[in-house]
Every structure is written in C-alpha cells, then in structure tokens.
C-alpha cells in the first residue's frame, strides 16, 4: 500500500484527472458551477482534509500556471468595444463597484483587527469580480442590453484597479511603503506598461501577418507572450498575474473570441492548469480553523455581508442614474456579485507574501462558494423577467436557403421522416436538395459490413425522396459517438433544420429522449424537429400547438412559428394553439403576422396541468400536437417542457412533434474553467 499523502507523481496526475473528469458531474447534479468542484476536492483530498495529497511543488506550479491563464483570458475576454460604446456608463459603475466594496472590506477588516495593508487589499478582493453569469444572460438573449453590457465594461476598471492595489500592497509587503518605493513602483509600472501595450500589438501584428504557421506555431507564439510578461512583470517588481492581465489586454484584438485560436487557450487553460490551480486553492483551506476560532466565523460572515451589500449598492446607484428598472438593476447585482478569477489571484498572492492567513483564506473561500451560487441564480432569476419585457418584432429568414438534414437508423420510420421533411420545405428552397445522413456507431477500420447496410438504407430513401420528386443527397459517417456525426454533418452542410424521429423510449430518468438526441439538443443551435407519428401525416385534420410562457421570446419563434402554418397549410389542417399562462390576444397577432393563414383558434390554459388534465384528453385519433419547445436554460424554457415527450408518447394518438427553433450561439466569457449550470433555479421560480 502507497503511504499518505502520495508523492509518486503519476498517481498524483491519476488522482487529479479523476477529480477533473467526476467533479463537474457532481456540480451539475447540484446545480452549481464547475469551478466549485475541484475546490471542494482539495479541501477533501488536501493536507488539511484526507490528507491524501499534499501541496507539493508540482501542484503549486501547475496551479501557478493555471493562475496566469486565469488572469491572462480574463485579459482576452474583456469586451472592449462594448466598453467603448457605453464607456461612460462602465466608468461610473466600474468606479463604484470596486471603491464601494475597497471601503467596506477595508473598514470590516480593519474592525477585526487586521493591518493596514492586510485590511486593504481584502478590500480590494471584495471590489473585484468575476462575470460567472454572463453565459446565463448570453442564452438568454440579454447579453447586448445596456444594463448588461455596463455591467461587462465595469469589470475592465474593477479588475485593473484590483490588481493595481495588489501591486501596491504586495510591494509594500516586501519592503517600506515610502516616497523612494512610490516613485520606483510608478516607474516600474509605466515601464512595464508601456513595454507591454507598445511592444506586444507590434509584434503580434508583424507575427500574424508575415509569419506563415499551423495553428501549433501561433498558439506557442502566445504563450511565449504570456510567460515573457509574467517573467517582465518579475523583473519590475510586480506580481506575474499583472503581467499576464496586461498582455491578454493588448493581445485582445488579435484573438477572436470564437476563433480557432482561443479555442485552443481554453481548451488548454480548462482542463489542466485551472482545475489544478483550484484545487490547489482548495488545499489551504482548514476546517478545523474554521470550525475551532470564532473569528473566523465572523471574518466570513462579515466579508459576505459586506460584499453582497456593497455590490447591491453599487448596482442600485447606477440603475438609479441610468434609470434601469429593478430587474435590470438585480441583474448588474447578480453579474457583479460571484468572486472568482481576482478573488483567486490575489488571495493566493495576499497568503504567500504573508498578508493574509489561514481563517481569512477560509473565509474568502467560502464567500467564493457563496456567490458563485447566489450570483448567477439572480441573473437567471430576473434575466428572464427581463428578456420577457422586451419587445419582439416579427424577424424571419428572408432568403437564406432551407437545408433541412434527416438522420436516418430506423427503416421503418424512414417514410413518415421523409413526409414531414417534404411538408416543412420552404418555398425558396424548391431547388435544393434535403440531406439524409446515416451514422455508423463503429470503429473505421471494421465498419465495412454496417456502412453497406446504411448504405443500402439511405438508397430506400433516394427511391422514395424520387417518387416525391423531391431532390436528395445521401451521406454515410462512421464515428464512436452518433451525436458527434451528425453535429459534424450540421455544420460540414450548414443545416438550418434537423429532422429525427424518436421511438418513445427514455435511456435514464434524467434525459429527455434518449441519449443521442438529448447530445444533439445540447450541441447545436440549428432548430430541431423530434417527431414520433402514429398516423400519416397526410390524414391529420387538425394541429394541436402548445406555446409556453415566453416562448415568443426566443430568436427562432417566428422561423418555428412560419414552419408550423406551412405544415398546417401543406396537410390542409387547421390549428388549435393553447397557450401555457400567456396572453391570447398577443399570440392571434403573431399568428396574423405571419403568412399563410388557416383556420386559427388561440386559447388560454392557465397551467401545465390544466393542460395535462383538461386539454391532453381530448385529443383525436387524427390530431398532431405540436410541442414549441425550448432548450435548457433559454428564454421560454420550463421544466414541464422535459416531462411533456413522455406523457405524449403514453397517451393515444401517439403523433406528436416538439419543436425546438434555432438560438444563437452561446457567450462564454467569464466562465474561465468552469461549467455554468443550464438551470439554476428552483422549479417555483418558473411559475
């Protein structure tokens, strides 16, 4: 048996890749965010819990490394241009939420006993935040919103003076805060600074444009910028970070945010350095401090307190300046609350230097844990009243083209996906093809047997799309994962519609249909139709159409709602909506906005279950039921909308469609390693 704590270095990696790979699992059961995971876990396996690993030097460094990258994509992240069209706006709040929190933390400090410098910059810990709720806002179509977009400009002043203050204090720490290190420090800075933001978009420039690379050659072209100024940042006096900070800054317009590049600084940043770096985080922490001093209680309490109330009052001035209205202002409150990637940084940096001890890292570490729960559950709790009060106009494709992919596993629903592909075909795509995709679940080198079987298949459907007159173009994948092949087919064919059948059947409990449906739901944005028919569509009478509260708000509504009149119209079917808590008249507006228009009724269901026990029913054997549905964690999205498939597939007739229209692609600035829960309320908070 291996002694405790473990030193050998391959299990040490052993250990931490399976608190990596479990971890987020956990969290996302729980509903709260990735970065908690391996904090906890160094909290458990650490020197102060288990005491299964220590904090060894090969966890400092790995973590040191993942503390630049931190700060570094922060650097990356930052919304410049936004912070330029709303500059005034950001300024007033960026002073206000980092100057509130700076007096509260320093004065709460300085109350328990604390020294100046110690006091300070826990001051300055509580006046710099992470934007952990901002891919919240993003799906919920909030993100470009002036509340929102003053909140995002904010956070470049919040962690710049943040940082500026560490410099200042960590300086002070090593030597005399006198006139001789104010002037040698200010100097260093313009220096550092000028080196940084002169020097860097130079050769950046020069590098891009002359220097012919793969994709390997400028991703260590920015790590050598990276590192060269967290190491010039040394030199200077400072701390590394605000190197890293700094250069991320000047390197921003040169990375694209959704680039192949950056992709790769994540990808590299999220799954090693930052995990290690928090779980290294989470090896200072001791209970048993916590636990056995009644200060530390206290610290904690009060620098919780003291940040929620300063930050609420920050948001509360500026929405009372700008006049924002309440949710707005909840929502600033709720992006600006979570402390993360700053809080962190100079935690870390505060403890080694030895401003900082034991109880005031546990306090910290738990008010991360704190906020990091409470903030992004406000900005989905009052995001969502707000993307509701904002004014929809009707906005449909206009002449982009209609490519509509149907993947096919199942012959004997082949024909009825076919039919409901031929019926929601637009009109200015009379002359394309539809797209049929066959997807072998096998290893390439010994898929011989099953690609001649798809194959075979996908030729049943060229015969049928020809009988229709329809035009086709057939493709077979191999892959291990069906889900990853036909999001492949998506984006190689720039799909804007899928069609699938399900058989009625759930995997597990916690999915919706079924595994590889649930995996294309989760990874695409194009709309999806998921079908189960019971009858041929060309005996439908009437469609049965189910609109939940908020449905109207999503980007693809009046795309789905279009599609929906032209299956009625096409099968010659009228429309019956039920709309879940919603306005009828509203919903007979948006039906005459668009064209064609057959015979329409719109009714008012006060609930899902009045729907459940009042409409369901009264279903007839030649009815389709049209579910317009919404994707975790978007405008419109219900918890009902999860359980409706499987109530449908149980009741007769069995012809159903749940209709999920497009979204826009996700923002994901200010997770920084983590996951962000696609739910994060209570199930009351949806009614």
């Excluded at 901002?134 to 799906?139: H, K, L, Q, T, V």
């Excluded at 799309?465 to 994948?477: E, K, L």
Aim: net charge neutral.
């Amino acid at each position: 048996m291996f002694e405790l704590p473990i030193k050998e270095p391959v299990l040490i990696f052993t250990i931490a890749m399976i608190i990596f790979f479990i971890f987020p699992y956990f969290m996302k059961l729980l509903r709260i965010p990735g970065l908690i995971g391996p904090i906890l876990a160094g909290v458990i396996i650490g020197p102060n819990g288990l005491a299964i690993l220590e904090r060894s030097s090969t966890i400092e460094l790995l973590g040191t490394v993942g503390l630049l990258f931190i700060m570094f994509i922060a650097g990356l992240e930052m919304d410049l241009d936004g912070f330029k069209k709303y500059r005034n706006r950001s300024i007033v709040y960026g002073m206000l939420s980092f100057w509130i929190p700076l007096v509260v933390g320093t004065v709460i400090s300085l109350l328990l006993g604390y020294t100046v410098a110690a006091a300070i910059l826990i001051g300055s810990i509580l006046g710099s935040h992470t934007l952990l709720g901002y891919p919240i806002a993003s799906r919920l179509g909030i993100g470009k919103s002036k509340a929102i977009t003053t909140a995002v400009g904010g956070s470049i002043l919040t962690d710049t003076f943040a940082l500026l203050v560490l410099a200042v204090i960590t300086g002070a720490a090593a030597g005399e805060l006198d006139i001789y290190f104010g002037v040698k420090l200010t100097f260093s800075l313009i220096v550092f600074v000028a080196i940084i933001f002169l020097g860097t978009p130079y050769l950046s420039r020069w590098f891009f444009r002359n220097i012919a690379t793969e994709g390997t050659g400028e991703f260590i072209y920015v790590m050598v910028m990276l590192f060269t100024a967290g190491s010039l940042a040394l030199i200077a006096g400072l701390q590394p970070i605000i190197g890293a900070f700094l250069v991320g800054l000047a390197l921003n317009r040169f990375i694209f945010d959704q680039g192949p590049l950056m992709n790769r600084i994540r990808f590299t940043a999220n799954s090693i350095f930052i995990p290690f770096f928090l779980l290294s985080v989470g090896m200072l922490m001791d209970l048993s401090v916590l636990f056995g001093n009644a200060k530390a209680w206290v610290l904690t309490i009060a620098i919780v307190l003291g940040l929620l109330f300063s930050k609420y009052i920050a948001a509360a001035l500026t929405s009372k300046f700008y006049k924002y209205t309440k949710d707005e202002k909840m929502v600033i409150f709720g992006l600006t609350t979570p402390q993360a990637a700053a809080t962190l940084a100079a935690t870390l940096v505060g403890f080694n230097v030895g401003l900082l001890d034991q109880a005031t890292v546990n306090g910290v570490i738990i008010m991360i844990l704190i906020t990091c729960i409470v903030g992004p559950y406000l900005v989905e709790k009052y995001g969502r009243k707000l993307a509701l009060e904002e004014e929809m106009m009707p906005v449909q494709k206009g002449d982009v083209l209609e490519r509509i992919l149907i993947p096919i596993a199942n012959p004997n629903t082949m024909e009825s996906l076919m039919d409901l592909a031929f019926v929601i075909r637009q009109s200015n795509s009379v002359e394309h093809p539809l797209y049929a995709l066959s997807v072998v679940q096998r290893d390439m080198w010994g898929a011989d047997g099953d690609v001649a079987k798809a194959e075979k298949m996908l030729g049943q459907a060229v015969s049928y799309s020809s009988g229709a007159d329809v035009p086709i173009r057939v493709t077979t994948r191999v892959d291990r994962n069906i889900a990853i092949g036909i999001n492949r087919a998506i984006a190689e064919e720039r799909i804007t519609t899928l069609v699938a059948g399900w058989n009625g059947e759930r995997t597990a409990p916690q999915k919706i249909f079924g595994g590889v449906i649930d995996q294309v739901l989760d990874q695409t944005n194009v709309s999806v139709l998921i079908s189960k028919l019971g009858h041929p569509l060309n005996t439908t009478k009437r469609i049965v159409l189910i609109l939940p509260k908020g449905i109207d708000h999503k980007p693809g509504y009046w795309d789905a709602l279009a599609t929906i009149k032209l299956i009625a119209s096409n099968l010659g079917a009228t429309i019956q909506c039920y709309v879940i808590k919603g306005f009828p008249d509203v919903y007979k507006a948006h039906m005459r906005e668009i064209k064609p228009n057959p015979p329409t009724i719109v009714e008012w269901v006060e609930g899902w279950t009045a729907l459940y026990e009042n409409k369901l029913p009264t279903l007839q054997p030649d009815d389709l039921v049209v579910v317009l549905s919404a994707r975790r964690g978007t405008t419109g999205w219900h918890p009902q909308l999860e359980k409706i498939p499987g109530k449908l597939a149980k009741i007769n007739p069995e012809s159903f469609i749940i209709f999920y229209p497009r979204e826009e692609k996700e923002d994901t600035r200010g997770t920084r390693g983590t996951e962000i829960p696609k739910e994060v309320l209570l199930g009351r908070d949806y009614d």
